[in-house]
């Protein structure tokens, strides 16, 4: 007879045991069992008494995901119209439930006492399990605390569910993506147009742009990020998508791109960079700059056997590259493209006759400012050629700067600190040319007297 009582009892005994283990449950860390967090309800306080919400909160509507905003829940985004569907407070996609390699175990997820290798715990799952030894009702963040909708403090794990604004998982789908436009390979002087309309906003609109400098050379001085109209836009919001820059000098230019985001926790959370890189495409190119403006200073390259001539005086005077002779501009209101312009009727004729290839040019020819002037020589003959600066106009001595490029690299940079007097010359260095592929650097870094300015300065002002 015992033992049949004892059957008895536990008959009896069975439906209090099962609603001990419904009723509580301090697994799960929702509000009904007196815990703070969410339990994948998608209700923000899990107990769906319709109180307010805590900002920033995330749930689930059915497929849709709401943010709690000034304690009211608001619509955010449909994750049906992406194939998906809404999971803790995001969009994520259906994964099987039956015991699938998912999550590694031989029991169906949503079980009680499931008994499975993926959390080891004797509670419902309810969740696409992340491999870690606790209940967490969540997509895997990587942070230290699962279930959680705060930021977790990382800003690269990989979600959408975790709750944080942005995450570097979810910011594609939330937040504004900037495209700079392919990385170009441009000219000395060449305009630089700049592209980006390829940015893109899947959850509202791009309100303005903001373009800046991440770098570019120390001696581009006039190197400024503009819209159609001329305009500076660097570093401000503007409507341009497509500004641009004049690549005064060589070398590396880098632009940074952000976006201003119709949601303001968005704005500048990504961006993109675009890299403009100008490359000499003569065999020598010399670049002159200095630092203060209305001192003017004058580039001058001067051939095996040549003198120095200080205004470049003597129409067909075949011995030296200067602005009176040897400036592509000619008069024009733009600076030239290499080799685009035909250059003064006494433009020096050098190497073989007539061909225009293995001649020197003057492609700029800065009075007011601070430069660059460019001397630019391809095919050059074998002897050495002279390089040297003109203090020309003003009455102080600025840095000096010129730099040498060979065949479209950098070769060596000269420069004078503290500059030289006005109606004196810089001789920077010698350019010896022992064959088509092979010239030398020399360096000079003497100053000699120019003599007497003459007229001569006001027909240079004149020609320019």
Known sequence: MPWKMTLVALALCLPFVSCTTEEISESD?????????????????????????????YRCLGDVVERCESGAWAFLHDCFTDGLTCFDGGCVAITPTDGDSTDGDNTPDGDILDSDASDGDDVPDDDIPDGDGEPDGDVPDGDASDGDIQTDGDHADGDITDGDQPTDGDVDFLCARPDAGPDQTVRPLDTVNLDGTGSTDSNGAILAYKWEWESKPAEAFSAIIRDSQGHSVEGIWTESAQPLFFAAVAGTYVVRLTLQDADEDCNEA?????????????????ELTWSQANNDHDLHLIRPGGQHSRDCDGAGNQSYCCWQNCNTMNGSATPCPPRGCPGPQNAPD???????????????DDITGRGPEETNLSQPEIGDYLVTVENYSGDSKPEATVSIWLFGELRDTFTRPDGFSPRNHWNVCWLRVNGPEDIE??????VEPSGSRGSSINRKALKK
């Open 270 to 286: 990504l961006a993109d960079t675009v890299t403009i890189t100008a490359i000499p495409d003569d065999d020598i190119h010399i």
């Open 350 to 364: 050098w190497g073989q006759i007539e061909i225009r290839e293995d001649d020197p040019r003057l492609d700029i």
């Open 29 to 57: 860390g929702d509000a009904v069992d007196g815990d703070e967090r969410t339990d994948g309800d998608g209700l923000a306080d899990g107990d769906g008494d319709g109180g307010a919400c805590a900002a920033g909160a």
């Open 441 to 446: 650097i020399v360096p000079i870094d003497t």
